[in-house]
């Protein structure tokens, strides 16, 4: 079946712009997560969606990062007033939801703010 | 100390030898424990999954438990090219969030 899906593939934006990125997880699966990922460096939490539970944001860098999950399906990660520390890929993972689940990664956006 | 350390690369091994990639992690609640193939400029791909003591075998991938110690490995036989790649340890340190060591870069050499 059909992978999880990210749009758009690439982002470039200037420095204080808003950007949106989207995800569409793989059909059936209730758990969503996004991850961000710098210049040679691992993976970087950011959120995690559960059902219809209260998200856990606990990886969020600051105030300027927000995401939401609408009809427990498609997610939209929003980065207001852009900064060029923001440059990265960021990466969307959707998973059945049981804890030891596997995690299946979408291609991901790379976001570029000059 | 990090949650998620992975041995330092990079690491080069010839074609047909055996990898071996190390990984140790801090939270002693972890339950489950992922090895992800991540190709330059491609988003990471699942190779093993473990979640008991001991050993899982999958074709030429070896992955190897140990709670005690804390300690994960991935064992490649017969290392082809077409693995070179950097190889992250993925570890659920809390609720359903995975935590990701900074991964280790390997080269197969033909």
């Known amino acids: 079946g059909a992978g999880v899906s990210q749009s758009p593939s690439n982002k470039v934006t200037e420095k204080g712009k808003d950007v949106e990125l989207r995800c569409d997880p793989i059909s059936g699966h209730t758990a969503l997560y996004w991850y961000r990922q710098s210049l040679g460096q691992g993976l970087e939490f950011l959120i995690y969606f559960q059902g219809n539970s209260a998200p856990d944001k606990s990886g969020l860098p600051s105030d300027r990062f927000s995401a939401e999950r609408t009809g427990g399906s498609v997610s939209t990660l929003t980065i207001q007033r852009t900064q060029q520390e923001d440059s990265a890929v960021y990466l969307c993972?959707?998973?059945?939801?049981?804890?030891?689940?596997?995690?299946?990664f979408g291609p991901g956006t790379r976001l570029l703010v000059l | 100390q990090k949650e998620v350390e992975q041995n330092s690369g990079p690491l080069s091994v010839p074609e047909g030898a055996i990898a071996s990639l190390n990984c140790t992690y801090s939270?002693?609640?972890?339950?489950?424990f992922f090895w992800y193939r991540q190709y330059s400029g491609k988003s990471p791909e699942l190779i093993m999954s473990i979640y008991s003591n001991g050993d899982k075998e999958d074709g030429r991938f070896t992955a190897q438990l140990n709670k005690a110690s804390q300690y994960v490995s991935l064992l490649i036989r017969d290392s082809q090219p077409s693995d070179s790649a950097t190889y992250l340890c993925?570890?659920?340190?809390?609720?359903?969030?995975?935590?990701f060591g900074e991964g280790t870069q390997l080269t197969v050499n033909p």
């Open positions: 993925a570890v659920n340190t809390s609720g359903s969030r995975l935590t």
């Open positions: 993972a959707s998973s059945l939801g049981r804890q030891t689940e596997t995690q299946y």
């Open positions: 939270d002693r609640g972890s339950q489950s």
